[in-house]
């Protein structure tokens, strides 16, 4: 009885805080070359997952609402001198309203970012 008591207030606690439930949205490639300072803003209801990043240049910088998130130094990838995220790197997950910005050593350096969308789902 104690059991099943236990489990049913887990259970009752468990909704009470959650947040959510994500589902899958859309596939997202999201690119700028040259000088282009595109920024891109994570829509109401919908949280993006950071899956891969890349660009031709030896570093980029990435950008979170306007504020220097980190310097981004990937890997070495082929011989036209391409960088990128590699996949032994964890994801990077952005809430609903979260500005994406980047700039590079190469300002005409053409960057990507490989991006899951999910809904959020109450």
Same mark, same amino acid.
């Given at each position: 009885?104690?059991?099943?008591? *236990?489990?049913?207030? *887990?259970? &009752?606690?468990?909704? &009470? ?5 994500? +589902?899958?949205? +859309? ?11 595109? +920024? ?14 890349? &660009?031709?240049?030896? /570093?980029? *910088? ?7 998130? *980190? ?11 391409? /960088? /990128? ?24 350096? /053409? ?12």
């Amino acid at each position: 009885m104690k059991t099943i008591l *236990f489990v049913a207030t *887990f259970m &009752c606690l468990n909704f &009470c805080f959650a947040q959510g439930n994500l +589902q899958f949205n +859309q596939v997202l490639l999201l690119s700028a070359s040259a000088s282009n300072p595109t +920024q891109w803003t994570v829509p109401a209801g919908k949280t993006w997952k950071i899956e891969s990043m890349g &660009c031709y240049a030896s /570093y980029m *910088f990435v950008y979170f609402n306007n504020s220097s998130a *980190f310097e981004y130094v990937g890997h070495y990838a082929n011989t036209t001198g391409a /960088y /990128y995220r590699g996949s032994d790197a964890g994801a990077i997950w952005l809430p609903a309203g979260t500005i994406l910005g980047h700039s590079s050593s190469n300002s005409s350096a /053409y960057r990507w970012f490989s991006i899951l969308e999910f809904n959020i789902v109450p």
